[in-house]
């Protein structure tokens, strides 16, 4: 099975920048998705941002987060990362990073279903980001 590291997070100011890292190991197919999602306490989990391993201008984002954060994928490294620009105080939040193999046969994800999190069946450990004002 997959397996999902998580690194990064922590507390910043509004206004500031993080970065978090997701490697990842267990490999099955040279084809995937891999998205980043949160989760703040009492509410539903929400899709952030999400790439094709096969298509490096195919990403998906929120509408609250587009143009302020940007997703990447570094293939030698096997390591997904968010950048996380002009932080507000609502960007607080459980982020999780998570992955699903695809088929080679197969189509990639629609965006729709790119940020929805029953798409996916492996799971980092999750890492929190704290916006303070």
């Known amino acids: 099975d997959m397996q999902l590291v998580q690194s990064g997070g922590g507390s910043v100011q509004s206004g500031g920048s993080l970065t978090l890292s997701c490697a990842a190991s267990g490999f099955t197919n040279t084809r995937y998705s891999m998205g980043w999602f949160r989760q703040a306490p009492g509410k539903e989990r929400e899709g952030v941002a999400a790439?094709?391993?096969?298509?490096?201008?195919?990403?998906s984002y929120a509408d609250s987060v587009k143009g302020r954060f940007a997703i990447s994928l570094d293939k030698a490294k096997n390591t997904m990362y968010l950048q996380m620009n002009s932080l507000k105080p609502e960007d607080t939040a459980m982020y999780y990073c998570?992955?699903?193999?695809?088929?080679?046969?197969?189509?990639?994800?629609?965006?729709?279903?790119?940020?929805?999190?029953?798409?996916?069946?492996?799971w980092g450990q999750g890492t929190q980001v704290t916006v303070s004002s």
């Open positions: 998570a992955a699903v193999n695809i088929a080679n046969s197969e189509p990639s994800l629609p965006p729709w279903l790119l940020l929805n999190q029953e798409a996916y069946g492996y």
């Open positions: 790439l094709d391993s096969d298509s490096d201008d195919s990403t």
